[in-house]
C-alpha cells in the first residue's frame, strides 16, 4: 500500500489562480510557478502554499509558546533554587552565631567589649605597638589599621565528651575548648583569661604579673574582686575568678 502525498492547493498571488500540488515539490517543478503572471511580468512568479504557511505559523508559534514555556520553568527553578539557597545561608549564619552563645552570653560580643578595657592599657588598641606586633604576621603593611581595637581570632571548639574547659593564645588567636551547655561563667572567665595572656609578652605566662592583670580587667569588666595572693595556686585563682563571675551572671551551675 504506497502512501500518497497529501496534496496541497498552491495559489498565484497575483491572479489567485491556483491547482493542487504535493506540498514539498521540485525546485524546478513546474506547478510551483504560475506560468501566465511570469509571461506577463517577465519574472518567475511563485504560488504560495497557503495551508503550507499556516502550518508553519502554527508550528512557529507552538515552539515560541515552548519555549517561552520552558524560560519560565527554568526562571521559577532558578528562583527557587536561590530561595533555598538564601535559606540555608540562613540557617547556617544563624547556627554559626548560636554556637557562639554560652547562658545567654555572645562570646564574640564579649570579645569585642573586653579588648576595650582599660585594665590592658591599651594593648588591643590598634595604635599600640604591642597590637601590631601580633599582627603582623597577618596583615600587609600598607592595609595596617591604626584606629580602633584587635579582636585576636578565636577559634571555638565545642567538646562533645567531658566538661572541663582549656584555652590557648597564641599571639592575635585564641583557641577554646568548651562543653556544649558551658555557663557563662565559666565560658567568660576562660576568654578573659586568654585575653589577659595576648595582652602580655609571652614569656610571662602565669606569673604573679598575669594574676595582677587578669583580675584587675575581671574588676573592670564584671566588677570581681580578687586578689592573687588569696589564693595558693593558679588552678584556685581560676576557679576563683570562676565563681566571682557566677555571682555576676546569677548562675547556678
Ligand atoms: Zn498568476
Ligand atoms: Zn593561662
Known amino acids: 500500500m504506497g502512501r500518497i502525498a497529501k496534496r496541497k ?8 489562480d491556483g491547482l493542487l500540488a504535493p506540498s514539498k515539490p521540485r525546485m524546478d517543478d513546474v506547478r510551483r510557478y504560475c506560468l501566465p503572471c511570469s509571461e506577463a511580468t517577465g519574472r518567475l512568479v511563485q504560488r504560495t502554499c ?9 508550528k512557529q508559534e507552538r515552539e515560541a509558546a515552548k519555549r517561552q514555556r520552558t524560560t519560565v520553568a527554568k526562571k521559577m527553578k532558578r528562583a527557587k533554587a536561590a530561595a533555598k539557597r538564601e535559606e540555608e545561608r540562613i540557617t547556617a549564619k544563624e547556627e554559626e552565631a548560636a554556637r557562639w552563645i554560652f547562658g545567654g552570653v555572645n562570646l564574640k560580643e564579649e ?6 578595657l582599660k585594665a590592658w592599657r591599651g594593648a588591643f588598641h590598634l595604635s599600640d605597638k604591642r597590637c601590631l606586633h601580633a599582627r603582623w604576621s597577618r596583615i600587609k603593611p600598607w592595609k595596617r589599621i591604626r584606629r580602633g581595637y584587635f ?3 578565636i577559634n ?16 592575635g588567636r585564641i583557641a577554646m575548648t568548651l562543653p556544649a551547655g558551658c555557663s557563662a561563667a565559666r565560658a567568660c572567665a576562660l576568654l578573659i583569661h586568654e585575653l589577659a595572656h595576648e595582652a602580655l609578652p609571652r614569656n610571662v605566662w602565669h606569673a604573679e604579673r ?3 592583670l587578669l583580675f584587675e580587667a575581671a574588676h573592670e569588666a564584671y566588677g570581681a ?8 595556686n593558679n588552678g584556685h585563682r581560676q576557679d576563683a575568678l570562676r565563681d566571682a563571675l557566677k555571682e555576676k551572671f546569677d548562675d547556678k551551675s
Request: some cysteine; overall charge positive.
Open 9 to 16: 492547493r498552491w495559489v498565484c498571488p497575483k491572479c489567485d
Open 50 to 58: 497557503l495551508s503550507k504557511d499556516r502550518e508553519r505559523q502554527v
Open 111 to 116: 570579645a569585642k567589649r573586653l579588648v576595650k
Open 151 to 153: 579582636v585576636p581570632d
Open 156 to 171: 571555638l571548639q565545642i567538646r562533645r565528651k567531658g566538661t572541663h574547659t582549656s584555652g590557648r593564645s597564641y599571639g
Open 210 to 212: 598575669f594574676w595582677l
Open 225 to 232: 574582686d580578687l586578689a592573687p595572693c588569696a589564693y595558693s
